[in-house]
């Protein structure tokens, strides 16, 4: 039974405590305590500030391989999205697998302790189905295995280029023909991932959940939405969706159906407390409002959101209308939570030209708490017993930290701390990260050799 002893510690209140013993068994926190004497016989000190390990509620893992490369050119998303779907083209199931495990494992040394990996390429390169049709999905769970965090897999349906477009090129890898074909696909999924969960032992269920999303309301045809939410409905796991990041899918939605994004996609059932509503950026009034009244978690990306010059979404409001705030690094232009915690503070300010929209605890509970539980993980987030063993401790002895106020350390994590000031993470017990070094080692070569495969200058 490990013992740690956290020089200071963020256990989910108004400020971080000093001297706190947190007992771990298997899995799961067991006791924690405040012993401000001192590191008891035998514990492990986590020298710095610990907090809760750290949910990444939106991912693509492939597009870590664009990073610095779509920088050159000027445009829009939608150049960007030309440059995506040529690293889309070129992955293979082993490919992923490499790929993906390097990235979690980048994760991992950030302080993320699970993903949520949105998923959509099913198929092989021209868009034929493989022998086991849930092979690309397997090479993400098994990737999160091999990097030690824990992966909700949001198998995602992918049906039209746009309203009324038919898929070309990469894309008709995406696709499973209709939604009551995808669903077929992930019920195979589901069953496998929970079959080997029961079979693991622990009391979590294994290291992977499956979890649901309607890529965008361009790509699933209005009366196809309602299958995809059906089903996530009626097994109880979390639904996705990609939401009004550009205002061009206002417009043609618009066109199309008279109604914005998110009024077609509760329309159809997709919007409710269990759905996360990702970027969110361009709203109406009753949008905000339908996602409120809802309890629909929003996934705000900022790094991402700003890389492509999406815009800066009313987060705030939606937090006050009871829509709650989790944080993802979607196409990881950086993988950094803190970065895309301050983020959205600092992006309130500049829109409002004033300062202090968001505390600095309720920006970690965002990180921790609120992303673990829109994946599917409510057991998880939080420094308390019976949670999910999962601790990261940032450095104080960095040039970033050195010199914070003892009383101030969470507005020192989330307004100055970077992922570089990680140093340990426990993930579902397991120690992966230790003096700032992952247990697969050369992370940055793995990486490398995986990036090498798919991108061709």
């Not at 109604?259 to 990702?278: I, K």
């Not at 970027?279 to 809802?294: S, V």
């Not at 803190?338 to 300010?349: D, I, Q, W």
Request: glycine share 12%; charged share 20%.
């Amino acid at each position: 039974m490990p013992v740690y002893y956290a020089d200071h510690a963020w256990l989910g209140g108004d400020a971080v405590v000093a001297g706190v013993v947190i007992e771990v068994t298997g899995e799961v926190i067991t006791d924690v305590r405040v012993e401000a004497g001192g590191p008891p016989p035998g514990a492990v000190r986590l020298r710095g500030v610990t907090i809760p390990g750290l949910a990444n509620a939106h991912s693509h893992a492939f597009h870590r391989a664009l990073r610095g490369r779509t920088q050159r050119d000027r445009g829009t998303f939608w150049t960007w999205r030309e440059q995506m779907y040529q690293v889309a083209g070129r992955l293979t199931p082993d490919g992923y697998l490499r790929l993906a495990t390097a990235v979690y494992a980048e994760m991992a040394l950030a302080g993320i302790t699970c993903v949520g990996e949105f998923h959509y390429l099913h198929h092989d390169t021209e868009g034929r189905r493989y022998s086991s049709r849930n092979v690309m999905g397997e090479a993400l769970i098994a990737a999160a295995a091999e990097a030690g965090i824990r992966v909700t897999l949001l198998d995602t349906c992918y049906l039209t280029g746009g309203f009324d477009v038919p898929l070309a090129g990469p894309q008709t890898r995406f696709t499973d023909l209709s939604a009551t074909a995808w669903a077929s696909r992930v019920d195979d999924l589901l069953d496998d991932v929970t079959t080997r969960g029961e079979a693991a032992g622990g009391p979590f269920g294994g290291h992977a959940r499956v979890g649901a999303a309607v890529h965008s309301v361009r790509a699933v045809p209005a009366d196809e939405i309602g299958t995809v939410a059906g089903w996530s409905r009626a097994r109880g796991v979390p639904l996705h969706f990609h939401l009004s990041e550009q205002t061009a899918e206002n417009d043609a939605s618009q066109a199309a159906h008279g109604r914005t994004p998110a009024e077609l996609l509760a329309d159809r059932g997709a919007v409710g407390p269990a759905s996360t509503a990702v970027h969110a950026t361009h709203l109406t009034k009753n949008d905000i409002a339908l996602l409120g009244g809802a309890g629909a978690t929003v996934c705000a990306c900022p790094t991402t959101e700003r890389d492509l010059a999406d815009g800066v979404g009313p987060l705030r409001t939606l937090a006050d209308s009871g829509a709650p705030l989790s944080l993802g690094s979607d196409s990881h232009a950086v993988i950094d939570l803190f970065e895309e915690a301050r983020a959205v503070e600092l992006g309130e300010r500049l829109v409002t030209l004033r300062r202090g929209h968001w505390p600095a605890t309720d920006l970690l509970r965002a990180a921790t708490e609120t992303g673990h539980a829109c994946l599917g993980w409510p057991e998880a987030g939080q420094i308390r017993p019976g949670a999910v063993a999962d601790l990261v401790t940032l450095s104080l002895d960095s040039v970033r930290l050195a010199g914070a106020d003892p009383a101030a350390l969470a507005e020192s994590v989330v307004f100055a701390a970077t992922a570089a000031d990680v140093r340990e993470v426990v993930a579902t017990g397991r120690h992966i990260v230790s003096d700032g070094r992952h247990v697969l080692g050369d992370v940055a070569g793995l990486l490398s050799a995986a990036v090498a495969e798919v991108v061709r200058d």
